[in-house]
């Protein structure tokens, strides 16, 4: 079963920019995307962000539309979260996740990475 680990995050001023990371090891093949995920204190989940594996197709959320770019490198079974023009709202603790459906509606829940902090603050 494919697992996830997350990395890049750390403090950034706000206007900043950090690129994280999702190495995934194990059956990839079995899943469709992989999607950035984050959960910020005091609120619920949020979709970020998903790429489809095998065609590349992208799904942001609105509210980092025109900011963060997620890309993949296949060989490497990565995928990346390019994320600039950071706001202070970004700030959260981000994680990856493999998903069986396209735009990252649904994601296998054993597959999630341990998170990595972002905190955007002067």
């Known amino acids: 079963q494919v697992q996830l680990v997350e990395s890049g995050g750390g403090l950034v001023q706000p206007g900043g920019s950090l690129r994280l990371s999702c190495a995934a090891s194990?059956?990839?093949?079995?899943?469709?995307?992989i999607g950035w995920f984050r959960r910020a204190p005091g609120k619920e989940r949020e979709r970020v962000s998903c790429i489809s594996i095998s065609d590349g197709s992208t799904y942001y959320a609105d509210s980092v539309k025109g900011r963060f770019t997620i890309s993949r490198n296949n060989a490497k079974n990565t995928v990346y979260l390019q994320m600039d023009s950071l706001k202070p709202e970004d700030t959260a603790v981000y994680y990856c996740?493999?998903?069986?459906?396209?735009?990252?509606?649904?994601?296998?829940?054993?597959?999630w990475g341990q998170g990595t902090q972002v905190t955007v603050s002067s």
């Open positions: 996740a493999a998903s069986h459906s396209k735009a990252c509606t649904v994601v296998v829940t054993s597959s």
């Open positions: 194990g059956f990839t093949l079995d899943y469709y995307a």
